[in-house]
């Protein structure tokens, strides 16, 4: 399995993720290009960088999050950006239209040289289009899933999506799982790849991960009873001198990462799926 770090579009997250000694990211089209015209030249810096220091690299448009701030993405736009640095893999531009959707997917796919990934949303299964997913399968060998951030029994309704999906997938094609890492999903499910934001909960949370026992453990740093007990060295994150405190926990929730990552790949290898890079 693969674990792609999402939600590093600045230079202090892209210097984190080439700390933890991945080389395996996601970014937001939306993040990094809302305001283009008066950062044109910052996005270009920057994405210079990315392609100097990450080798997988996966876009992924931000519809989601356009759509909850009301902003259009014009899909032209997203296609110029795609060609311009030669990204080889991306998510469709995906809006609550499907006419739309399924519009901006034969655009991707006819005018750039980047390998498109459907999406297949909680929302379409809900309305009861399953045949969504087969059409979907006919033309893709490789989907994601998605539409479960924020939603009242989030867990529940991602087992729901999960289990349908996977029930028709099997490992027969290759299903990136949105914001889904969870230790029962990654468990239960033979994702082929995931993303996640949660390693810089150590800044935004000041949250320290550390992987014991298979799990993937969460220790606040001003929880000074969780720190005692903890078997992990937290306390040198918070009590240390200077102002970087914040960066290296944030490295080091990473490298946690990479642990569990290792740790999933290897269950399903003992199950017999293994996924070619």
């Known amino acids: 399995m693969k674990l792609y770090f999402a939600g590093g579009e ?47 690299i996966l876009i992924d448009s931000g519809g989601y999050t356009a759509r909850m701030k009301g902003v259009p993405i014009d899909v032209k736009n997203y296609a110029d950006f795609l060609n311009l640095y030669k990204i080889e893999l991306a998510f469709e531009l995906d809006t609550n239209s499907k006419k739309e ?35 979907m399968l006919d033309k893709f060998d490789f989907i994601s899933i998605g539409g479960v951030a924020g ?25 990136h799982g949105l914001g889904i890492t969870g230790r029962q999903a990654l468990m239960n499910y033979p994702f082929y790849s995931v993303d996640s934001t949660s390693w810089l909960g ?54 946690e990462f990479l642990k569990f990552e290792k740790y999933i790949t290897r269950l399903w290898e003992k199950k017999g799926i293994k996924w070619d890079s």
């Not at 901006?104 to 969504?132: A, F, V």
């Open 10 to 56: 600045n230079k202090s997250w892209l210097s984190a993720i080439n700390e933890t000694g991945s080389n395996r990211s996601l970014y937001s089209y939306y993040y990094l290009c809302k305001d283009h015209n008066n950062k044109a030249s910052r996005v270009t810096e920057f994405m210079k960088l990315v392609k100097q220091t990450q080798t997988d």
């Open 101 to 135: 959707t399924l519009y901006n997917r034969e655009y991707l796919i006819k005018n750039t040289n980047t390998k498109i990934i459907p999406i297949y949303h909680l929302g379409d299964l809900e309305n009861g289009d399953k045949k969504y997913l087969y059409d």
């Open 151 to 175: 939603e009242k029994k989030g867990r529940v309704k991602e087992k729901i999506l999960s289990d349908f999906v996977f029930s028709v997938t099997k490992d027969n094609y290759k299903v």
């Open 202 to 255: 150590g800044s935004m949370r000041g949250e320290i991960l550390f992987f014991e026992d298979g799990i993937l453990k969460t220790t606040p740093t001003s929880n000074t009873k969780a720190r005692e007990k903890s078997t992990y060295r937290t306390i040198s994150f918070n009590d240390e001198k200077g102002e970087k405190k914040w960066f290296k926990r944030v490295v080091n929730n990473g490298k």
